[in-house]
């Protein structure tokens, strides 16, 4: 195929043939058979899951706040320092790893935490039929506008549908392309029982209360492992049942629970005829008509009663619906997409397309992946996880849990919440790559109102100073462990790990206030913990007493295990908060006293180790493994998301990481390949990286799989664990950033993982470490020039492969190994062009 390439300025622009960078969708040529079918929309609050029926169209809404519970719902009774703490250490001590499991399970784990909640569906009916030619719906990334439109009997119908963020609510307009042709009729549902519908001045109201308790274990579960003291809304004093049900509404929960509401106003031309009942609106005589739809719970803070001390969610979402009514769709339309644009735009990527692909359905193009690369998906997929990013975390929102903020389910996957062993922060892992910075800010306060309520877990739970989180927390911020087993449930590592986003929030941005006044007293309540649950351990390092590598399990004596003392991955967390906190305290002179402990401390910790095989040791000792291939890589965190391993520091280790990832394979679940795609562009690997990219390309649910059984992508092109999970969706965008630009080594790495597929291309406004903004041209798969954007000022090094003259700096050029590092001081706002030589 003949490719065309233009320059224009410093940045490749392409014609039809070649480069897709103009609009992004998702499109496909039938309506949404079932959910993984439907499209998202969302605005950082609400949200709604978008089927595009003809006879019936259908939404499925959520908001971002609706969780069953209320902050009582917390299992607090455990407490480690119950005579059971030093049996667990001498029988670790003395390898008798397989016989703390029971210990543990029945003494040092709580109960699982409360659900996200579907909010409810509305229906959009039409009472006209007839023959439907030329169906269409798609997703309009680049706009956030979703779209339906079909013919019947010849005249267009269209429906669009966005969420907007500055006016908070969704708006739905229809339009009919012959006059007053539009007969439809809506109305609420739901699948709460405690929901009611009423209209009230033109407005069609639903109001309900979502339940006051939800448990996702069964009975059974509960009563095999003796838990139900845990329970006490589910069993009485003697251990016996008090009901059959384990969702409880309202009286059957002493009232407890979140109030939720949504009102629906339509606006219409004078000319409609509007027949608005205490349960549906029906429009008809107009070609023209949208709604303003707004969404509201009694939400009022993770550590305040809903039921009890919640705001009212009705005259919050009358007063959307009353804000909004002051402009007209036009306006509604623009202050969204001006609002989306602003951060949507500020990245693009182009790569090389073929016309034929993009001619093609998205549900097809993603069958035919594995026959053929198909670059313009790649690229789509890569804007999706931006676009999933914006639309679902915005400032003053909550932070984007396990489906983002899209669930249908009363009980979901793993309760819909935060899983903050890996699955939460990869969520926000491109957030700061891909230049989404503010999206940040619901997570960061998720983890200050966890250290607040972790600071009463780590004193009450562990007799600890600091604060401290496990596996699991949901909107009501619980800190104790779930039930369940070990494996997963007790892992009091979180905090660090929660704390190095705020971090990577400074190191990409540069602000030292908020370091200095929300990072470090977060950083020193996790060190503070650490230091007092490290103990001696083998051949006079400290380790943690008792630790898991997330989800993974070890052979001992026969039979399975999992809690060993100084995990891997407890280890590299522990030595990457001591040295963040021990900078911080440093660079502000402050907490002498507790940086020498820390200094003392840091000096002792176990390091790392290599295996017989050559691999990255997972655990203290060299197990055997009972799940060779297992989708958690815990044990790489040191290399990715962190930086202690890497290709030029500590040479050894780096190989024994590229020699695990061997042992581990390239399937996964589908959350799993986008974590393999980061580690082998940390591998600067980029081909391996690509083979990751094409096993993630693998249809679920739909179409014909060579990996049945596999993880992979849902027709919508949310990521299929299976079930859904969205984090596979954000860890393949912030892959595809680090195979493009790396900085966690101090360098701004450009090209540092480019797979020989991605032969041409360009790449508009990622982020680098230190407060810079980068933009890469490249050609016949290497560097041709790129432009750099120095925001704060300071040192830079640019690492390439290839020579290059960096325009005005000052510029020292050094060879490390295969490639060249140009060092030079930047100036704060000003940008440098770097071209190749020759």
Do not use: C
């Given at each position: 195929m003949k490719r065309y390439i233009l320059l224009i300025g410093f940045f490749i622009v392409t014609t039809s043939s070649c480069f897709s960078q103009s609009i992004q969708k998702l499109w496909y040529q039938q309506p949404a058979q079932n959910w993984n079918e439907a499209l998202p929309i969302g605005n950082g609050h609400?949200?709604?899951?978008?089927?595009?029926?003809?006879?019936?169209e259908q939404l499925q809404l959520n908001e971002n706040t609706l969780y069953s519970g209320e902050p009582s719902t917390e299992y607090k009774g455990v407490n480690i320092s119950t005579g059971t703490f030093d049996t667990v250490v001498n029988l670790l001590r003395n390898k008798k790893y397989e016989k703390v499991t029971d210990i543990i399970q029945k003494n040092w784990l709580g109960r699982l935490h409360q659900n996200y909640q579907p909010f409810g569906d509305l229906?959009?009916?039409s009472n006209t039929s007839g023959k439907i030619t030329e169906y269409k719906r798609e997703l309009n990334i680049s706009e956030a506008i979703q779209k339906t439109s079909y013919k019947q009997n010849g005249v267009l119908i269209e429906r669009e549908i966005f969420a907007s963020n500055p006016d908070n609510l969704i708006v739905i307009r229809l339009t009919s392309s012959k006059p007053k042709s539009l007969n439809i009729t809506l109305h609420f549902s739901s699948i709460h029982p405690t929901v009611r519908f009423r209209q009230r001045n033109g407005v069609l109201i639903m109001g309900g209360k979502a339940p006051g308790y939800v448990e996702r274990r069964t009975f059974e579960q509960i009563e095999s492992w003796g838990d139900q003291h845990k329970h006490p809304e589910l069993y009485d004093e003697n251990g016996e049942r008090k009901t059959d049900k384990r969702v409880l509404y309202?009286?059957?929960?002493?009232?407890?629970?979140?109030?939720f509401a949504a009102q629906l106003k339509p606006v219409t031309h004078k000319r409609a005829r509007v027949s608005i009942t205490d349960s549906t609106i029906q429009i008809r005589n107009t070609d023209e008509v949208y709604f303003l739809l707004a969404l509201a719970t009694s939400y009022n803070g993770y550590d305040k009663s809903p039921s009890q001390e919640g705001v009212n969610p009705y005259l919050k979402a009358a007063g959307m619906i009353k804000r909004a009514s002051e402009f007209n769709y036009d306006a509604l339309k623009k202050r969204h997409t001006d609002d989306y644009k602003k951060l949507f735009n500020r990245v693009s990527l182009a790569l090389d397309t073929d016309p034929e692909q993009e001619k093609l359905p998205t549900d097809t193009r993603i069958e035919k992946f594995a026959e053929k690369n198909d670059n313009g998906l790649a690229n789509l997929l890569f804007q999706y996880g931006r676009y999933l990013m914006i639309s679902g975390s915005r400032p003053g929102g909550q932070p984007l849990n396990l489906q983002g903020m899209w669930n249908k389910e009363v009980i979901p996957p793993w309760n819909c919440g935060y899983t903050i062993n890996i699955n939460g922060q990869m969520n926000y892992w491109p957030v700061e790559t891909t230049n989404l910075s503010e999206c940040h800010e619901p997570f960061?306060?998720?983890?200050?109102?966890?250290?607040?309520?972790?600071?009463?877990?780590?004193?009450?739970?562990?007799?600890?100073?600091?604060?401290?989180?496990?596996?699991?927390?949901?909107?009501?911020?619980?800190?104790?462990?779930?039930?369940?087993?070990?494996?997963a449930s007790f892992w009091p590592m979180a905090a660090g790990w929660l704390c190095s986003h705020l971090w990577e929030h400074f190191s990409f941005t540069g602000d030292t206030t908020f370091l200095k006044n929300e990072a470090y007293p977060l950083y020193l309540g996790a060190a503070k913990f650490y230091a007092d649950w490290l103990i001696d351990g083998k051949e006079g390092y400290l380790v943690t007493p008792a630790?898991?590598?997330p989800e993974n399990s070890f052979i001992s004596n026969g039979a399975h295990a999992s809690v060993s003392m100084g995990p891997t991955m407890d280890m590299a967390i522990i030595r990457e908060t001591f040295i963040r906190t021990l900078d911080m305290g440093k660079m502000f002179g402050m907490d002498s006293v507790l940086m020498q402990e820390l200094e003392n401390k840091l000096s002792r910790l176990l390091p790392y180790q290599i295996g017989s095989k050559g691999q990255l040791l997972e655990w203290e000792y060299e197990f055997e493994e009972a799940e060779p291939q297992h989708r958690h890589l815990s044990h790489l965190y040191g290399f990715h998301p962190g930086n202690q391993i890497t290709f030029d520091t500590t040479p050894r280790l780096f190989e024994a990481v590229r020699k695990t990832l061997e042992l581990r394979g390239d399937g996964a679940t589908g959350w799993s390949m986008g974590w393999k795609v980061n580690l082998w562009a940390r591998m600067l690997d980029g081909n391996h990286a690509y083979k990751i990219i094409k096993n993630l390309f693998n249809p679920v649910g739909f179409g014909e799989s060579a990996r049945k059984g596999s993880g992979g992508l849902f027709k919508?092109?949310?990521?299929?664990?299976p079930p859904f999970q969205i984090d596979g969706n954000f860890g393949y965008t912030a892959g595809v950033a680090e195979?493009?630009?790396?900085?966690?080594?101090?360098?701004?790495?450009l090209l540092p993982a480019l797979p020989d597929v991605w032969e041409n291309g360009s790449v508009k406004g990622l982020r680098a470490r230190d407060g810079f903004e980068v933009d890469i041209n490249w050609k016949d798969n290497k560097l041709s020039q790129a432009i750099i954007k120095s925001q704060v000022g300071g040192r830079c090094i640019v690492l390439t492969n290839v020579p290059v003259k960096i325009e005005g700096a000052m510029v020292v050029t050094t060879r490390k190994g295969k490639y060249f590092a140009h060092q030079f001081k930047a100036d704060k706002n000003r940008t440098y062009i770097i071209r190749t030589q020759g």
């Open positions: 609400a949200g709604a899951m978008i089927f595009g029926g003809i006879e019936q229906f959009i009916t309202d009286s059957k929960i002493e009232g407890k629970g979140m109030t960061i306060r998720m983890v200050k109102e966890l250290a607040e309520a972790g600071s009463h877990t780590a004193k009450d739970m562990y007799n600890n100073r600091g604060w401290v989180v496990h596996h699991n927390t949901s909107i009501w911020r619980e800190t104790y462990p779930n039930d369940n087993a070990p494996v630790g898991v590598s919508n092109m949310l990521d299929a664990h195979m493009l630009l790396q900085s966690h080594t101090g360098y701004i790495h």
